[in-house]
Nanobody
Framework: QVQLVESGGGSVQAGRSLRLSCAAS????????MGWFRQAPGKEREGVATIQTDRGSTRYLDSVKGRFTISQDNAKNTVYLEMNSLKPEDTAMYYCAADQRAGGYCHTWGVKYKYWGQGTQVTVSS
């Protein structure tokens, strides 16, 4: 089992930045995939960014490329999502997720990740 706790959400104006953190505990050694997903009201959940923790490979949603950066601190079992130049359309509940998968399947967002946090709200006003 892996437990995930997100933090760092909040309300900001467009153009500002936020950094989300996801602290993992439990059997973290078995989860080589970690990522951030989001869900806005009335919309389906979508992948935002994922990282294969044992290789460092990443994948980003097209609309956040160049603005968001996913990173990891293995010593702290923590994954971050640095979000810059935020836009109102980034408003959503952001969820941290973890899973164990072979090879590059960390970035296959169509298959649901196994472990999920409770989410942290990000609201961007214009």
């Amino acid at each position: 089992q892996v437990q995930l706790v997100e933090s760092g959400g909040g309300s900001v104006q467009a153009g500002r930045s936020l950094r989300l953190s996801c602290a993992a505990s439990g059997d973290t050694a078995s989860s080589n995939c970690m990522g951030w997903f989001r869900q806005a009201p009335g919309k389906e959940r979508e992948g935002v960014a994922t990282i294969q923790t044992d290789r460092g490979s990443t994948r980003y949603l097209d609309s956040v490329k160049g603005r968001f950066t996913i990173s990891q601190d293995n010593a702290k079992n923590t994954v971050y999502l640095e979000m810059n130049s935020l836009k109102p359309e980034d408003t959503a509940m952001y969820y941290c997720a973890a899973d164990q998968r072979a090879g590059g399947y960390c970035h296959t967002w169509g298959v649901k990740y196994k472990y999920w946090g409770q989410g942290t709200q990000v609201t961007v006003s214009s």
